[in-house]
């Protein structure tokens, strides 16, 4: 008995001391990991673009005019409306008519001016008409004296002399019947016209014959993308009233920040995604060498390039894509099937140098890496290490060379 109790009492320092040294034994710390592997990897240029019709067509007022409404534009009720998206066949199709303008409202000053000058006309015609009648009167007595010359000259009762004379009067007589006739259908003219001036624009025809207009017809097949004059008015000529393209004929417009532009060649090959379908092949056309600044949502400044795409699939992959439709582009600059490639989510800077932790045996080892292309996602290890390799991803502080560390467990 005397010495079971200090043999008690060992055993539990033993015990708590064991169990002090379990609790302060360093444990491993929890890691997201990543395996190194060999496949498929690409480097693009990743932005949003939109789509664009290469070739729209405006058409506008070639007169001054009032325009009808668009949705009827030939004034048939038995013509369907027209609306945006309706198709359009070339040279065929009405899109628009365009009827004479009315006469302006008058004044009290230019009313009173026109009827003035409207009596003056009818004066004009008046005298017109008398020296018709004069004239008339003059070349019936010529007649007459010419007749008389005839019989005298045929007995040789007068000379011939006088025979000519009566043939001249006669002549000059009926050239100024003629004159004086042009001349009163010129006074009635003129007073026509001046009282066409006088036409009150409440008496005129609020719906005239559309054969008496101007009809407008698509200049190219497709269909209308935007009418820009939808109700009826008076337009200056110039004016644009709506525009058609052929939704056939799109191509992608992205602009890119000019660093990443001067890496894209002419016939790179282009992903196009997220505009609501699957993925679309492209091919670049054109790099423009003309930059431009636009401001970014943050209300940063950037030099952007525009870069025309051309879409490889066919129209029925893509038909319900229209004009400036947001798509996003991936455009390649280097891709391979083989390459050694780690996230780059694993990767931190050593000095000048990249590095990794590789797992070794249950510890973090800082391990020197040299990359070469580079993606969002994921780097191409040219040394350091190899396939299989299992490595830290988002090392923390808390990780250094040697540490214990262990897979974090997914709850």
Known sequence: MRWLKPALWTVALLVMAAGVAWFAWPRPIPVDL????????????????????????AVSAPITGKLLRISNPSGDP??????????VVAGETVVAVLQPLQPGLLDIRSRGELEAVVAASDAAVTLAEAEVRRIEALLAF??????????LAATSTIPPQALEAAQTDAAVNEAALESVKAQLQVRLSEREAARARLIDPAATDSAPDPTCCIQLTAPATGVILRIVQQSEGVLPAGTPILEIGDPR???????????????????????????????????????????FVKVSALGIEELRVR?????????????????????????????????????????????????VFALRDGRAR?????????????AEILSGLVEGDQVLLHPSDRI????AVAQRQVQ
């Not at 496949?39 to 939109?50: I, L, Q």
């Not at 800082?366 to 994921?378: D, F, K, L, M, Q």
């Not at 250094?400 to 540490?403: E, L, Y």
Request: charged share 25%.
């Open 34 to 57: 990543a395996t190194v592997t060999v496949g498929p990897m690409e480097v693009t240029v990743d932005d949003e673009a939109r789509t664009n019709l290469r070739h729209v067509f």
């Open 78 to 87: 038995q013509q369907g409306s027209l609306h945006v998206g309706d198709p």
């Open 142 to 151: 010529s007649r007459d004296e010419l007749e008389r010359a005839q019989s």
């Open 249 to 291: 004929d799109l191509e992608i417009v992205a602009d890119l920040l000019s660093t990443d532009a001067v890496q894209i060649k002419p016939g790179a090959t282009v992903r196009i995604d997220e505009w609501g379908g699957p993925p679309l092949r492209g091919r670049v056309t054109r790099v423009e060498p003309d930059g």
């Open 307 to 355: 870069t025309l795409i051309d879409l490889l699939d066919p129209p029925e992959t893509w038909s319900a894509l229209g004009n400036n439709f947001r798509v996003t582009v991936h455009v390649e600059l280097w891709s391979t099937e083989q390459a050694l490639s780690v996230p780059v989510a694993a990767l931190f800077r050593t000095s000048d140098d990249w590095a």
């Open 366 to 378: 800082a391990t020197p890496v040299e990359i070469g292309h580079r993606n969002e996602r994921s």
């Open 400 to 403: 250094s060379d040697g540490v």
